[in-house]
T-cell receptor, first 114, second 113 residues
Framework: KAGVTQTPRYLIKTRGQQVTLSCSPISGHRSVSWYQQTPGQGLQFLFEYFSETQRNKGNFPGRFSGRQFSNSRSEMNVSTLELGDSALYLC?????????????FGPGTRLTVT | GENVEQHPSTLSVQEGDSAVIKCTYSDSASNYFPWYKQELGKGPQLIIDIRSNVGEKKDQRIAVTLNKTAKHFSLHITETQPEDSAVYFCAANPTSGTYKYIFGTGTRLKVLA
């Protein structure tokens, strides 16, 4: 079974621009979560989507948004990029069964904002 | 607030020795505690997890122990090998039944050949 895939793997953007990252979960997984990883703040939860609905949200500004499609693929968008948004963005998928807690991460998208 | 503390931040061991990484969590309602291994240029890989109704879980050379009273859980790696060198993260869900995980700050493990 294929793992979580994320595209693109690397991205360079300029301050003020916006960016969209994509995530395809493991086949059969309906929950997708996004995390930001930086050397200073570590791994921080952004949001979780299940059945096209956002179920949980972390403490990030409204510039960070996401969505999920009917095939469980997810995208996250960051508008008005700031230098501090440079990070590794990780997507994780989980089965939708109740009490199924295991999350599996993709390789991440490395975003650099200049 | 929700918090997971992880120690040590770096750990060097000789090949064949054991390694122990410790985490504490703040929310007594947490009921799921995974451990991830992250190698350079890769995403975190789930290596073992434990739920609050279990005190210990083993998988070959890896084991995790949980002390709910102390809100403390640990990763134990025995007979370490050079390929165990990586950054290890612990995590906890802040509330029972949620899938939003709070991560520790990571431990860089170096296994010296």
């Amino acid at each position: 079974k294929a793992g979580v895939t994320q595209t693109p793997r690397y991205l360079i953007k300029t301050r003020g621009q916006q960016v969209t990252l994509s995530c395809s979960p493991i086949s059969g997984h309906r929950s997708v979560s996004w995390y930001q990883q930086t050397p200073g703040q570590g791994l921080q939860f952004l949001f979780e989507y299940f059945s096209e609905t956002q179920r949980n949200k972390g403490n990030f500004p409204g510039r960070f948004s996401g969505r999920q499609f009917s095939n469980s693929r997810s995208e996250m968008n960051v508008s008005t990029l700031e230098l501090g948004d440079s990070a590794l963005y990780l997507c994780a998928s989980r089965q939708s069964r109740d009490s199924s807690y295991e999350q599996y991460f993709g390789p991440g998208t490395r975003l650099t904002v200049t | 607030g929700e918090n997971v503390e992880q120690h040590p931040s770096t750990l060097s061991v000789q090949e064949g020795d054991s390694a122990v990484i410790k985490c504490t969590y703040s929310d007594s309602a947490s009921n799921y505690f995974p451990w991830y291994k992250q190698e350079l240029g890769k995403g975190p890989q789930l290596i073992i997890d434990i739920r609050s109704n279990v005190g210990e879980k083993k998988d070959q050379r890896i084991a995790v122990t949980l002390n709910k009273t102390a809100k403390h859980f640990s990763l134990h790696i025995t007979e370490t090998q050079p390929e165990d060198s990586a950054v290890y993260f612990c995590a906890a869900n802040p509330t029972s039944g949620t899938y939003k995980y709070i991560f520790g700050t990571g431990t860089r493990l170096k296994v010296l050949a």
